[in-house]
């Protein structure tokens, strides 16, 4: 029986190709679309949930209140790991973790052209690749990082510095200093995983580094410690003892408060970055869930609207005692074949698309996870998913025809799913012009938060990274690189613009709050390079000699300074200018206080071979700035040979800024274009059936004398009857969500009426354009013709 209702199918599916066509692209394309989305979405929820422990590891998380804002900590000292494992029965293991905030350089010494900066560089205790679930290709987890200067190495890595040969026992040389020794190979680490690490040094070598790094072991909070636990029911009793763990090392904040985290929820939750951003994430499983509703109701409308094209077969099969049961099954083989077939074409589309979908969101994704339990299960939930539901009303309706009805003629006035049919283009349409109202407000939100006042100059602004391998030369590194005919001004500072920023914490002078303040060291310079505006500028120029802070107008507010601020004490340095606001790290953040430490000997904050900082280079827009991007090169070769010349651009990092933003733009312009297609893929069907089933109506009419506008008047009127109600429900639900999407921006778009107007008036353009080829085909149709028709 099932083999006779597959050959039926099959023969409806042929004998009907321009709807079966439409049919299976648009569910196949839908299909397509949300297979890729909920790739993207599953690939964040899956982040580190393939580590055998996973559940019961836990990071340690402070949070102090300071300046009536939250501030949350995860570095610690390195005793805080060992003293809770001593003191808590429910603590089984634990991993101090030092990830590396800057690049490090690392050279093969036997090959001298392998001198890289490497940014996923860690270090970790001996326990690291017993507590995570990291497999070792070439070592034993047990012994692998237990010497000091021990590394393991990814396969990328190892390839990377050693080609075909076998790395284990060979070194690679630490920032020209320090030999490690290679004792094991790491598997690349998952795409889904926190730590994405190409290098992973033994934790005890830190102290032998140097005197700095020797202080930071003993005292400075600068290690993460993950805590596996006995089971997930000790958390509230672990918790308990941090504080009293961490008070017995000497090194811990009594002021803060201290609670675990789970480590598989990070990603998703207070991980500092945006590629975790757990409300993107959810608006784009809302998104893929609409554009395949939107591709099974076309189906659905497609497959009602030309129910009239099958009541005769119905009436026969009934009269011919066919139970109701049977009907529905047929009908619900023919929706069960073509959602197959969908199914099969969308992962040509995927295939074709995927690529571009990774380059538009920055994704890297293993293939190993598409063939994962989970991400293929979500590929089977949406083929039963869209084989009920594209199968469930059609089988319904068109097994529900009455056969006397049917074989008497009357069903064509009372046809059945009309109403329905309307409701899903409304769905569809709404769906579309509340995407479209969504895709423009995203749009002007983020290019009113690029082309914000910054207070600040980043145009043709070249950042250099320097360290303490140019110590006692940037003097005249510096001098050379400012003697470049196209560089306008240099300039230094300790951090740099948009890329993070240093604290310290103050109280203010009239309520003895705490605040925090942020800074940053820089020469006399600074101000002029990037075109900071003062509100007070200093008197004289012995403050750029050094021993002095600038501050801006927040700092004053934030501060409490009463009366003229120059020569108040600000952190131990007198307040010696005032600057006008200026960001100095994302738009999107409140505004905070700042402040600029002077230092007239930059030389001597680059003495230790561990400090770092920014040279700013001003470049003529008129110049050839790749040509004196090769110059520069030179000149750092010359004082830096041991490492290797990196640059970018401030307004670079300050877009870098916007990158969920960003993302989200692009995502909504595809997507929209996604859900318009396939609305007028089920528009231009509906109208083609229309203009079929009036044929005769036509040609009666023209032969009385209509127009073509009248006759392309009478098939389009409905349609946008419906498209206006459309316009009517997708304003306020666009407005809702996009109105409460802008509340989480300090400075924002006041969104406008126009928005909705443009989206209503492309809604309609695009109604016109899809329905307008069948309309006029229709209407200049030989009404002779038309009147044979059967």
């Not at 570095?75 to 790991?81: E, V």
Request: with cysteine; net charge positive; charged share 20%.
């Amino acid at each position: 029986m099932f083999r006779n209702y597959l050959k039926i199918a099959a023969r409806n599916i042929w004998k009907h190709k321009d709807y079966s066509f439409i049919n299976i692209v648009g569910l196949a394309m839908g299909m397509a679309v949300s297979m890729l989305i909920l790739m993207f979405v599953m690939h964040e929820y899956s982040y580190d949930k393939f580590h055998k422990n996973g559940n019961r590891i836990y990071s340690i998380l402070a949070k102090v209140k300071m300046d009536e804002r939250d501030i949350q900590f995860r570095s610690f000292n390195s005793k805080i790991g060992p003293q809770l494992k001593e003191s808590t029965p429910e603590i089984q293991d634990f991993v101090r973790i030092k990830e590396s905030y800057q690049p490090v350089v690392l050279k093969n010494p036997e090959n001298a052209s392998s001198l890289f900066s490497e940014p996923n560089f860690m270090f970790a205790d001996p326990s690291f690749f017993k507590v995570f679930s990291f497999k070792l290709k070439e070592g034993n987890i047990d012994n692998v990082l237990n010497k000091p200067y021990a590394l393991v190495i990814s396969e990328q890595a190892a390839k990377k510095y050693f080609g075909e040969k076998d790395p284990i026992g060979k070194t690679l040389l630490y920032e020209g200093k320090h030999l490690f020794e290679i004792t094991g190979i790491a598997e690349n680490s998952p795409s889904n995983s926190t730590f994405n690490f190409d290098f992973v040094a033994s934790i005890n070598t830190i102290p032998q580094l140097s005197e700095q790094d020797k202080n930071m072991w003993e005292h400075a909070g600068a290690f993460t410690t993950y805590l596996l636990l006995d089971s997930e029911n000790s958390v509230k009793k672990v918790e308990k003892k941090i504080l009293a763990a961490g008070i017995a090392t000497d090194d811990f904040d009594r002021k803060a408060s201290y609670s675990l985290e789970g480590f598989t929820t990070i990603h998703l939750g207070n991980n500092f970055v945006d590629s975790g951003n757990i409300k993107l994430i959810k608006i784009f499983a809302g998104i893929a869930s609409l554009i395949l509703f939107l591709a099974l109701f076309n189906y659905m409308s497609l497959t009602t609207a030309r129910s009239t094209q099958r009541a005769k077969e119905v009436g026969v099969r009934k009269a011919a005692g066919a139970g109701r049961n049977s009907l529905v099954k047929q009908f619900y083989t023919e929706s069960v074949l073509v959602c197959c077939i969908a199914f099969c074409l969308s992962f040509g589309f995927v295939e074709l698309m995927r690529q571009p979908f990774y380059n538009l969101l920055n994704l890297k994704i293993d293939g190993s996870f598409l063939l994962s339990p989970s991400f293929v299960g979500v590929l089977a939930g949406i083929l039963l998913f869209s084989a009920f539901v594209a199968g469930s009303y059609p089988a319904l309706i068109l097994s529900g025809f009455s056969p006397i009805e049917v074989l008497k003629g009357r069903l064509g006035s009372q046809q059945k799913g009309t109403a329905l049919r309307k409701i899903f283009m409304v769905f569809q349409f709404t769906v579309s012009i509340a995407l479209i109202v969504c895709s423009l407000i995203v749009r002007q939100q983020l290019s009113f938060m690029q082309n914000v006042k910054l207070g600040l100059n980043k145009d043709q602004m070249l950042n250099i990274p320097i360290s303490g391998s140019i110590g006692k030369n940037y003097f005249s590194f510096k001098n050379e690189i400012a003697q470049l005919a196209g560089v306008e001004e240099v300039a230094f500072s300790s951090t740099g613009l948009y890329k993070g920023y240093s604290m310290f914490f103050t109280q203010n002078k009239s309520t003895n709050k705490d605040v925090s303040v942020s800074y940053a060291e820089v020469d006399a310079n600074y101000m002029n390079t990037l075109g900071l505006a003062w509100k007070i500028k200093p008197e004289g120029t012995s403050w750029k000699n050094g021993h002095g802070i600038l501050i801006n107008e927040y700092a004053v507010k934030e501060l409490g300074l009463k009366g003229n601020p120059l020569g108040q004490e600000v952190f131990k340095r007198n307040v010696v200018g005032i600057l006008k606001n200026f960001h100095f790290a994302s738009t999107q953040s409140e505004k905070l206080p700042m402040g600029l430490f002077i230092i007239s000997d930059t030389t001597n904050n680059l003495a230790d071979e561990q400090s770092s900082g920014i040279l700013f280079a001003k470049m003529d827009p008129k110049s050839d700035i790749v040509e004196k991007i090769k110059s520069i090169e030179n000149i750092y070769k010359k004082y830096s040979a041991d490492k290797p010349f990196e640059y970018y651009f401030l307004d670079d990092a300050f877009n870098d800024t916007f990158k969920t933003e960003i993302r989200m733009s692009k995502m909504f312009t595809v997507f929209t274009a996604f859900a318009i297609f396939i609305a007028c893929m089920g528009l231009f069907g509906l109208i083609t059936f229309t203009a079929e089933t009036r044929t005769k109506e036509i040609g009666i009419r023209k032969v009385l004398g209509a127009s073509v506008v009248s006759v392309v008047a009478l098939l389009s009127k409905d349609f946008f009857k419906l498209v206006l109600i459309s316009i009517a429900l997708a304003a306020p639900i666009a407005w809702y969500f996009m109105n409460k999407w802008l509340q989480d921006f300090t400075e924002k778009i006041e969104i406008s009426w126009w928005v909705f107007a443009a989206a209503g008036i492309m809604a309609i353009i695009i109604t016109l354009l899809t329905v307008s080829f069948q309309s006029i085909k229709a209407a200049l149709m030989n009404p002779v013709k038309s009147l044979k028709t059967d």
